[in-house]
């Protein structure tokens, strides 16, 4: 099948934003005298957006305590959230493609909206997105499909001609819950078993196999 549009996930799919993000938790745990993870297993644990993370990191109900290591961790985050993170090898090229064949394109991530829309300035303002979505307090995250389907209206699409692309379960039944097909990428943060067990239409290991289905 081909389609006409587009969604992405950003972490995991775009960008390789691991370095930053293991950098950012450890550092507000470290602040609270907590032991660092490394990154494989901050690997394990992204996905779900960065509240999400610092309750998983710190294995605590004690919600003073989340909140203040969520505090510490945007403080750092913000002023450190590109030092090592990258555009994944062969993204370029498929955004080039994509906009060569007049595909619209948007992207929905799990990260705080401001950080989104920061970090795509800075990494991806060579390509053109009709619509780019972080989390936001009005808009309900992935998986929920509030903000796939407000994306394909921004980009005049439907759901029949909208592939949601992305890296991790979450991507996958965001999709699903939206109606869309979705393709899974095995160079994000979860391998390609895991990816697997949540059925995702398409699976790809190089980023030009996704410019095959436009």
Known sequence: MKFKAVIFDLDGTLLNTLGDISDSVNFALEKNGLSPYTETEYRKMVGHGLKSLVREALGSDDTDLQDRVYKQLMAYYRDN?????SVYNG????LDALADLGVPMS?????EDELVQKITGKLLSGWKFKYIQGTRSDIAGK?????ALIAVN???????????IGDSEV???TAKNAGLKSAAVCWGFRDSEQLKQSSP???VTDAMELSDYF
């Open 107 to 111: 992207i929905l991530s799990n990260k």
């Open 81 to 85: 959230c590109i030092n090592r993170t």
């Open 91 to 94: 993204i370029p090229r498929l």
């Open 201 to 203: 239409d398409i699976m």
């Open 171 to 173: 991507d996958i039944q």
């Open 154 to 164: 921004q980009m005049n699409s439907s759901i029949e001609n909208t592939l949601f």
């Open 143 to 147: 998986p929920d499909p509030q903000a």
